[in-house]
């Protein structure tokens, strides 16, 4: 990385920023942020006024979009999925604001009005639909009682009141010691909170006493001056909404028309005014002169040359350059972590956790293939392998050209699958015990297959011989870990912290081959040496000795931490054989209620066989992926990363929707 300052003269300013934005070369700090301000002349530059006009028109743009992706005609279920919307990106020819400005009137004065009429006349209409659904709710209560609804109210002889009550029983009883007070009832709610709706009907003498009544346990409902029937309020409120429904979708139709054939100009416009406000925006992170304008930022060492001829000849050679190597401290440069393109999944995993520091190891491909493997290991069934394997080809053949994204995932999720079926089939897990049940029996000891790898007899059952998987854990932690303590060791020579590489980071080379030698001997009884036995009581204690220079007393507490640490690796087998034992409990379970129900049994065990394996996939995949981010995070990142970066972000342009030449379609 290549911290640079820019100098060019004021009439070259749009020129430049315009190819930095098409380039993409330069990070582009915010100098005013970044130091004082040496001379009086110097002062921060503001934004380009035009960044404000184009921000006005993305707002329009952005509405009438919305609107229109909000009702726009899709495809939905398996269709959606097999065949993805193809986007034709437009070509465009580059043009100066003032015709792009005139572009976007013509387009707006067209559609803007028509559009925003639509969209708020549907509005009104949704809300209407909406009181007409209250009020049939309401009215569906009362629909088997013949009443007029301009009898509720007052009247000079009679109080009429209608609404519903949870405690019938409290109301009869009630209304009962009333004079000439009738009550209507009918239930409308059954089971555990049962409702009923009510009328009641009496002389107006009795008013106060009727509402004193009616305070407790019942809801008034109220219906505004109203003069029919209920049954024949509700047709008209049917027939109302039936003709609100008609022109709501007749609006939305019109709308649709719009999606259909102005949508991508809409988008394409946004793109393009887009792109004018960001080199507007940029323009404030400047400091200017009364002739010139300084620009300062980040290119990667690789660019400086293209830089520098890109700038030369769009300036006639007009420009002032400088290029110089920055220090982590105090310049904080960011960081660009480039790996190859089939590890760009990989990145985002390690961004979950933090972006590396400017020249800290890039544990990327590392960090990746390890959880690959240590996923594979801890889901471990060939079945799940397998059909993992199908969804991420799948996903990566259809739709890697749409997203970058899943296209990087779904080449994680291929490898993830592979490792995953090969672990599964070398310990015999197929959907658990499912194909062996089928084939040979679930009660036969035997194997369908068998083959010797290394010296080793394959396949080895994970439940039957747990103590195999668990070896080959350890093992693997063990190769794991001391990678970290190698990069640990690396990465502080690099940064010439000798002290800490020599102690802190060091001292578990020594500690562990003098301690594993010596729990050898003493627990798993190897036969070593008596030359060799003094040599490794030696290396532990200068291991002891570098790790208490390095952190003092407190230092014996790492010891325990690294081979907690290393146990942590078990989790290996547990969640392997976690995933191998439930789908054996779900196959006989399957098994054992399908031969308890005759003629439909082996209907009911594939149905319960598909549903629980999915489950079992489902959980055990997430677990396998969140430990074996874990191991990642906390055992392997312990030895020797810190974070903290700040990823490097280009001043690029990025087009989505526009192209400068020919059509082109984008799946």
């Given at each position: 990385m290549k911290k640079t300052r820019i100098i060019i003269h004021q009439n070259n300013l749009d020129d430049v920023v315009k190819k930095l934005h098409e380039t993409g070369f330069l990070e582009i700090i915010d100098i005013s942020k970044e130091e004082k301000k040496e001379d009086d002349y110097i002062t921060t530059a503001e934004m380009n006024p035009e960044a404000e006009v184009c921000s006005n028109y993305e707002l329009r743009l952005t509405r009438i979009i919305d609107i229109l992706k909000k009702n726009k005609q899709k495809k939905t279920g398996i269709k959606s999925i097999l065949n993805?919307?193809?986007?034709?990106?437009?070509?465009?020819?580059?043009?100066?604001?003032?015709?792009?400005?005139?572009?976007?009137?013509?387009?707006?004065?067209?559609?803007?009005?028509?559009?925003?009429?639509?969209?708020?006349?549907?509005?009104?209409?949704?809300?209407?639909?909406?009181?007409?659904?209250?009020?049939?709710?309401?009215?569906?209560?009362?629909?088997?009682?013949?009443?007029?609804?301009?009898?509720?109210?007052?009247?000079?002889y009679l109080i009429t009141k209608i609404g519903l009550t949870d405690d019938i029983f409290y109301l009869k009883q009630k209304l009962k010691k009333l004079d000439k007070v009738v009550l209507y009832s009918k239930q409308i709610d059954f089971g555990k909170k049962p409702r009923w709706s009510v009328i009641i009907t009496g002389y107006i003498s009795e008013k106060q006493k009727i509402y004193n009544i009616c305070r407790e346990n019942y809801e008034e409902i109220f219906f505004e001056d109203e003069q029919v029937y209920i049954k024949d309020l509700l047709q008209k409120l049917i027939n109302d909404k039936k003709n609100l429904q008609k022109e709501k979708k007749e609006m939305i139709k019109n709308l649709r028309k719009y999606s259909k054939n102005q949508l991508n100009d809409l988008l394409a416009l946004r793109e393009e005014i887009n792109i004018e406000k960001n080199r507007g925006e940029i323009q404030k992170n400047f400091l200017k002169t009364k002739k010139t304008y300084i620009i300062k930022g980040w290119v990667l060492e690789e660019n400086v040359e293209k830089l520098k001829k890109i700038l030369r000849k769009t300036t006639d050679d007009r420009i002032i350059m400088n290029f110089k190597t920055p220090s982590a401290n105090p310049d904080n440069?960011?960081?660009?972590m480039k790996v190859p393109s089939w590890a760009d999944g990989f990145k985002g995993l390690l961004e979950m956790f933090a972006t590396p520091k400017y020249n800290e190891i890039n544990p990327t491909i590392i960090m990746g293939i390890f959880f690959v493997l240590f996923f594979g290991i801890m889901l471990g069934d060939a079945g799940y392998g397998i059909i993992l394997l199908a969804l991420s080809l799948f996903g990566y053949i259809k739709f890697s050209k749409i997203s970058d994204t899943i296209r990087a995932w779904s080449f994680m999720g291929i490898w993830m699958g592979i490792i995953t079926t090969i672990v599964?089939?070398?310990?015999?897990?197929?959907?658990?015990?499912?194909f062996h049940m089928i084939l040979i029996g679930k009660e036969s000891t035997s194997y369908l297959y068998n083959f010797n790898l290394f010296g080793i007899n394959f396949p080895v059952d994970s439940l039957r011989d747990p103590?195999?998987?668990?070896?080959?854990?350890?093992?693997?932690?063990?190769?794991?870990?001391?990678?970290?303590?190698?990069?640990?060791?690396?990465?502080?020579?690099?940064?010439?912290?000798?002290?800490?590489?020599?102690?802190?980071?060091?001292?578990?080379?020594?500690?562990?081959?003098?301690?594993?030698?010596?729990?050898?001997?003493?627990?798993?009884?190897?036969?070593?040496?008596?030359?060799f036995f003094y040599i490794s009581a030696v290396l532990i204690i200068v291991g002891i000795i570098q790790l208490f220079i390095a952190k003092g007393p407190i230092g014996f507490f790492d010891i325990t931490g690294y081979?907690?640490?290393?146990?942590?690796?078990?989790?290996?087998?547990?969640?392997?054989?976690?995933?191998?034992?439930?789908?054996?409990?779900?196959?006989?379970?399957?098994?054992?209620?399908?031969?308890?129900?005759?003629?439909?049994?082996?209907?009911?065990?594939?149905?319960?066989?598909?549903?629980?394996?999915?489950?079992?996939?489902?959980?055990?995949?997430?677990?396998?992926?969140?430990?074996?981010?874990?191991?990642?995070?906390?055992?392997?990142?312990?030895?020797?990363?810190?974070?903290?970066?700040?990823?490097?972000?280009?001043?690029?342009?990025?087009r989505m929707y526009t192209k400068i030449g020919k059509n082109e379609k984008i799946e």
């Open positions: 993805p919307e193809i986007i034709e990106k437009k070509s465009i020819d580059e043009s100066n604001l003032d015709e792009l400005y005139s572009y976007a009137e013509g387009i707006l004065g067209d559609i803007e009005k028509n559009i925003l009429d639509n969209e708020g006349k549907i509005s009104k209409i949704k809300e209407e639909i909406g009181n007409i659904n209250t009020k049939l709710k309401q009215l569906s209560y009362f629909k088997d009682f013949n009443l007029n609804l301009s009898n509720l109210g007052e009247s000079k440069p960011p960081t660009h599964g089939f070398l310990t015999y897990s197929i959907f658990g015990n499912f103590l195999i998987i668990l070896t080959v854990a350890l093992i693997l932690g063990l190769i794991h870990l001391n990678i970290g303590v190698i990069l640990g060791i690396i990465q502080s020579a690099r940064q010439k912290k000798y002290k800490e590489m020599l102690t802190e980071r060091f001292c578990w080379v020594p500690l562990q081959i003098g301690g594993g030698s010596l729990i050898g001997k003493f627990i798993l009884g190897w036969e070593i040496s008596g030359m081979v907690g640490d290393w146990l942590s690796y078990a989790r290996l087998l547990a969640l392997g054989l976690a995933t191998a034992g439930m789908a054996l409990a779900f196959n006989e379970v399957s098994t054992l209620l399908g031969e308890m129900i005759p003629y439909a049994g082996i209907v009911i065990t594939i149905i319960l066989l598909i549903i629980l394996h999915v489950v079992n996939l489902g959980l055990s995949a997430l677990g396998a992926g969140v430990h074996s981010l874990r191991l990642q995070y906390v055992e392997f990142f312990n030895r020797f990363y810190e974070g903290g970066g700040n990823k490097f972000s280009p001043f690029k342009l990025k």
